[in-house]
């Protein structure tokens, strides 16, 4: 097989068998790679120009239900600093959020009882009252059916729901087993189902990856064809099992967003912070791979070292103005236009 034939068929078809995805992730050289970037931003630029979509990160709550292996706030974690942002607070960070611009707020948190759909409607229906054209992702975990409607219908715009692995053995060496591949799964195509702008994802370099699981991982994504897809480097954290297992590369992590762009080309695909903490420019080699979204931080600072779901987390003492501006410039200085609207995928309507 030749890679760059590979690559100008995934370009063209969006497309490829296991096989052949199994042999990009083993054999790119540097050259191809080169190649690939290049396939996969001019197909970016197709749908979307050279601009880099911002969303306000609120972390509200870092108490989670769950245990899976590599995570820092794990319930199993008596390490972890807990806490909750009230209703008060997080209307604020949504404050200095339109303050600087932001048209998009993501409401991040563990899988926290606390939160019960009355709190998350009212969480949504409060910001939606103050800012009513802006866009709401929930990144909350795995719910009901009627759960995800009740949010939908409160205003909630987009979902983000990390998939993880594709691959059930590996899905079971990452997580406990009262967790199932099967109800995350349902859980994305419920979504999809309601009509929200879906986000699936994982890890790169995860414990136990392999280049055929990374395929599956890429077939699945084609299959559910989510609106957006979150994959950063797989980071340890010291307070887990893990802890002593390596980190993914910014080369893994680039190689893996190029294929995405190419299998799903409107799909809108963050440069994520983690990409930034394992290497200084990390989230600009990103956006050279293809992806144009990036998510600055707008929780409070006295929160933000607490949600920790890897170690070495950067800007974590920023300022919300002070993460909005250093990005901005990074954005400019990398050759991107910052975009400060909504940015809805293109395909995408609201039902």
Known sequence: MNIRNLIDKLAQNHTLKKEELIYIIENINDEDRKYLSQKASSLRDKYYGNKIYLRGLIEF????????YYCGIRKSNKNADRYRLTLDQILECADIGHALGYSTYVLQGGEDPYFNDDRIVEMVKAIKAKYPNCAITLS????????????????ADRYLLRHETANEEHYRKLHPENMKL???????????????????GFMIHSPYQTSETLAEDLLFLKDLNPEMVGIGPFIPHH?????????????????????????????????????GTIDPVGREKGFDAGANVAMPNLSPTSSRKKYELYDNKICTGDEAAECRHCIENRINIAGYVLDMSRGDNVTWTRK
């Not at 709550?61 to 899976?68: E, R």
């Open 239 to 275: 307070d887990t099992q893990f802890k002593d297992e390596p980190a993914g590369t910014v080369e893994e992590t680039t190689l893996m967003l190029s294929l995405i762009r190419l299998m799903l080309p409107t799909c809108l695909l963050p440069s994520t912070t983690a990409l």
């Open 61 to 68: 709550t870092n108490y989670c239900k769950n245990d899976c």
């Open 140 to 155: 909350i975990g795995e719910k009901s059916y009627e759960s995800y409607k009740k949010y939908y219908d409160a205003g």
């Open 182 to 200: 099967s109800n995350r799964i349902q859980c994305l195509r419920n979504l999809k189902e309601i009509g929200y702008q879906v986000g699936a």
